[in-house]
């Protein structure tokens, strides 16, 4: 089994910044992928962002490219996400994933662990 604990949420005004932290523990070793996934009320879980341990490479959608960093560091169990000039839409409830899937992937499905969630509000 594999531990994923996110932290880092919080209320700020349109513009700012807000990073969150990720920590996976537990049965790590097989770990492929980690991810940040969103879910604002009313709607779908929605990919923003992941990377692949192993690799570095990073992957993100197309509302947060340019804006949001993914990232990981030593141990390489924990990733970070960078958030740069949020907007009001950027606003929910933003998930830590992680998968065994030994493919990159922006579906939900295939995160097998996941996060208690961390708030982000944006008050534009």
């Known amino acids: 089994q594999v531990r994923v604990v996110e932290s880092g949420g919080g209320s700020v005004q349109a513009g700012d910044s807000l990073r969150l932290s990720c920590a996976a523990s537990g049965r790590t070793r097989s770990t492929y992928s980690m991810a940040w996934f969103r879910q604002a009320p009313g709607k779908e879980r929605e990919f923003v962002a992941s990377?692949?341990?192993?690799?570095?490479?990073?992957y993100y959608s197309d509302s947060v490219k340019g804006r949001f960093t993914i990232s990981r560091v030593n141990p390489e169990n924990t990733v970070y996400l960078q958030m740069n000039s949020l907007k009001s839409e950027d606003t929910a409830v933003y998930y830590c994933?992680?998968?065994?899937?030994?493919?990159?992937?922006?579906?939900?499905?295939?995160?097998?662990?996941w996060g208690q969630g961390t708030q982000v509000t944006v008050s534009s």
């Open positions: 994933a992680a998968t065994d899937y030994a493919v990159p992937t922006t579906l939900k499905e295939r995160y097998t662990y």
């Open positions: 990377l692949v341990i192993r690799r570095g490479s990073t």
